[in-house]
C-alpha cells in the first residue's frame, strides 16, 4: 500500500469543504452551473494541478528518482543522481573507452562499465590482452613490449646460424639474418662456426684457434720416407693436412733405410736374404725372383774361403756349404796356398789403388801387393815419400796435408804465442785444477809432436815453453826416480803419470839440478827454464812450477799449456 504524502492529508481535509468527494464532482456557484475537479487521476496522493504526470502514481513532486528514464520527482530532470558511469567500447573488446564517459541506466549497445581501454579502437589491445612484440602497449600497463626477450641478436652475414659478436641489435623480435648466437670466429664462411667439424681447408672451421688440426675429418696419414724411394715406413705415422718433407701417402715400406728395398723393386738374390719388394719372401722363396741376379758358387774344399776353378758352379741365390762365391784358389786341397790381392799400380811407385784389385794365383803386370796409394796417378804420392809443408797435397797419404811447424831447439822463454806456427792448442787449464786423466789429455792432443808451456791467465806470452816429439816428450821416467830425465830436442824431460804413487810432468836445462820428489823445487843453474806439473795415478794434479814462479799449487793466475803438431 502507498502511503499518504502530507500535501494529500491537507487536501482530503480541504476536499469535503469544496466538494463531496475526492473524485470528480459537480458543484453549483453562482451561475448556478455545474464545475468539475480534476483531482488525483493516478492516486499518487498528488492532485493533477501538481502532478507532472497523473497518469503514472510513481511520478509526483518528491517522488523518489529513479532510473527509468522518466522525471519520476517533477523535477524537469530526468533520472538525475541515480544513472551509471558507462563508457565507449567502439571496438568492442569489453572494455572502454576513459575519455568517451556516458551516463545511463543501463549499459547500452557499445557501452560498458570498465574505462581501463588504452586504445579503444583496437581490440588486441586492453588490460586483459597478452604482450607482444609490436611496439605497442597491448595490455595497456603503460609499458610497451614488456617481458619480451629483446636479444641481443647478432648479424648471420654467412647463414651458418652463428652471428658475428661485433655486430649486433636489441629488440623483441629476431631481425631477419640475425641470430640469438653470438659466437661465430669469421662471419663470412659459412663452413666456420663453433662447433663445426674441422676439416682440411685452411680454415679454423670449429673455431678453437687452431687451424687443419689433428681432428679435422679429412686429415691425411702419411708415412716417413727415410730413404726417398716414394714408399713410408708403416711405424712412422703423421697426421697432416698437408704433405709433410719426407713423407708419402704409401706405408708399404718394409726397409725405410734402403732405396732399393720397397714394393716396386725387383726381387734379386743377395747374400743377405734381403726382400727387396717387399712381399715377404726373399731370394729363391720369392716366386718373382729375377734370375738375372743369381750368381755362381763354387766348392771350397780345403775351407780357404776360396773356390776351385776348375769345379762348375752352381747358380743360386742362396750360400751352400762348403760353397763360396769365387773361384780364385790356387790349390783347392791346399789350405796354405791362396791366391794374392793383387792392386793397380798405374804410376809404377809400388802402391796400389785400394780400390782396383783382383784375386790371382799369377804374378799380374801392373799391379802390386802393397795397397794404400792415396793417388795413383802421381808417382811422388804414396805412403813412403816425404811430407812437404804448406802446399796443400798429402803427399805420405796419411790423409793430413801437415803444416810446416814452427821449432826450435831447447827450452824458450817469454815466447810470444803467435809465432807458435802449425801448432794447435790441445789442451789448457789452471795451476789450481787438477783431476783430468792423463788419457784423456793424450787423446786430446794426439799429433806427432807436443809443446808444453805456461803463462800468466789471458797473456799471449809463454814465460816458459819447449817442445819434442811425442814419444820423447811422454817418454816414462819412472815413479819414484827423483833425477831421471830423458834429453831430446835440447830438453831434459821426465814423466810419470802411472798407477801407484805421485809423479811429476815437465822439464829442465840439460845437466842441470832437479828434485822430482817434490816437483823440482831445486833452483839449480837455470831456474827459469825449468817447469812442473805434479801427476798422480794416471791424472795431471796442480802444477807447481812456470820458470822461477814455483808454489803455484792454489793459483789461478797461471795457465798450463799444451800444444800439438805435425
Not at 612484440?133 to 603503460?142: F, M, S, V
Request: glycine share 10%; aromatic share 8%.
Amino acid at each position: 500500500m502507498q502511503k499518504t504524502t502530507p500535501f494529500l492529508l491537507v487536501l482530503l481535509a480541504t476536499c469535503g469543504t469544496f466538494v463531496s468527494g475526492c473524485g470528480p464532482e459537480e458543484t453549483e456557484k453562482d451561475s448556478g452551473q455545474p464545475v468539475v475537479i480534476d483531482v488525483d487521476a493516478d492516486h499518487d496522493g498528488v492532485l493533477q494541478e501538481y502532478d507532472c504526470d497523473d497518469d503514472d502514481r510513481f511520478t509526483y513532486p518528491g517522488a523518489p528518482e529513479i532510473c527509468d528514464g522518466k522525471d519520476n520527482d517533477c523535477d524537469d530532470q530526468v533520472d538525475e543522481g541515480v544513472q551509471e558511469v558507462f563508457y565507449s567500447d567502439a571496438d568492442g573488446d569489453g572494455f572502454g573507452d576513459p575519455d568517451s564517459p556516458v551516463l545511463a541506466c543501463e549499459p547500452g549497445q557499445g557501452l560498458v562499465a570498465d574505462s581501463n581501454d588504452c586504445d579503444d579502437s583496437d581490440p588486441e589491445r586492453n588490460p586483459s590482452a597478452a604482450e607482444t612484440c609490436d611496439g605497442l602497449d597491448n595490455n595497456c600497463n603503460g609499458a610497451v613490449d614488456e617481458g619480451m626477450d629483446d636479444g641481443p641478436w647478432y648479424l648471420d652475414a654467412d647463414s651458418d646460424g652463428h652471428g658475428d659478436p661485433e655486430v649486433s641489435v636489441e629488440d623483441c623480435e629476431i631481425p631477419t639474418g640475425y641470430v640469438e648466437a653470438g659466437d661465430d670466429c669469421d662471419d663470412s664462411q659459412p663452413d666456420v662456426f663453433p662447433g663445426n667439424e674441422e676439416h682440411c681447408d685452411g680454415l679454423d672451421n670449429d673455431c678453437d684457434l687452431a687451424v687443419d688440426e689433428y681432428d679435422a675429418v679429412d686429415i691425411v696419414t702419411w708415412y716417413a720416407d727415410a730413404d726417398s724411394d716414394g714408399y713410408g715406413n708403416p711405424d712412422e705415422p703423421l697426421l697432416s693436412c698437408e704433405p709433410p718433407e719426407g713423407y708419402v701417402l704409401d706405408d708399404g715400406d718394409c726397409d725405410d733405410s734402403r732405396a732399393d728395398v720397397n714394393p716396386g723393386a725387383t726381387e734379386v738374390c743377395d747374400e743377405y736374404d734381403t726382400d727387396e719388394n717387399c712381399n715377404g719372401y726373399a731370394d729363391s722363396e720369392d716366386s718373382t725372383l729375377d734370375e738375372s741376379g743369381m750368381v755362381e758358387m763354387y766348392p771350397d774344399a780345403d775351407g780357404d774361403g776360396f773356390g776351385d776353378p776348375a769345379a762348375e758352379g752352381l747358380l743360386t741365390c742362396e750360400g751352400a756349404e762348403g760353397m763360396v762365391f769365387n773361384d780364385y784358389d790356387c790349390d783347392d786341397g791346399d789350405a796354405s796356398i791362396v791366391p794374392d790381392t793383387w792392386y793397380l799400380d798405374a804410376d809404377g811407385d809400388e802402391y796400389g789403388d785400394p780400390d782396383n784389385l783382383l784375386y790371382s794365383c799369377e804374378v799380374e803386370e801392373g799391379r802390386t801387393t802393397r795397397a794404400d796409394d792415396c793417388d795413383d796417378g802421381d808417382a811422388l804420392i804414396n805412403p813412403d815419400v816425404p811430407e812437404i809443408c804448406e802446399n796443400g797435397v798429402d803427399e805420405d797419404c796419411d790423409g793430413r796435408d801437415n803444416s810446416c811447424l814452427y821449432t826450435f831447439e831447447g827450452i824458450a822463454t817469454d815466447l810470444d804465442e803467435s809465432e807458435l806456427e802449425g801448432w794447435e792448442l790441445c789442451y789448457s787449464d789452471y795451476y789450481n785444477e787438477s783431476g783430468t786423466e792423463m788419457e784423456t789429455i793424450l787423446g786430446a792432443c794426439y799429433m806427432d809432436n807436443l809443446l808444453l808451456a805456461c803463462a800468466e791467465a789471458g797473456s799471449s806470452t809463454l814465460i816458459v815453453a819447449a817442445h819434442g816429439p811425442r814419444d820423447d816428450v811422454t817418454y816414462d821416467t819412472g815413479i819414484g826416480d827423483y833425477d831421471t830425465t830423458h834429453e831430446a830436442n835440447g830438453v831434459a824431460w821426465y814423466y810419470a803419470a802411472s798407477d801407484g804413487g805421485t809423479g811429476a810432468w815437465g822439464y829442465i836445462e840439460p845437466g842441470d839440478d832437479i828434485s822430482k820428489s817434490e816437483c823440482d823445487t831445486a833452483d839449480g843453474s837455470y831456474p827459469e827454464r825449468k817447469l812442473c806439473w805434479h801427476t798422480r795415478y794416471d791424472a795431471i794434479l796442480y802444477g807447481w812450477r812456470c820458470g822461477r814462479i814455483t808454489d803455484l799449487n792454489t793459483s789461478s793466475a797461471y795457465e798450463r799449456l799444451i800444444y800439438q803438431g805435425e
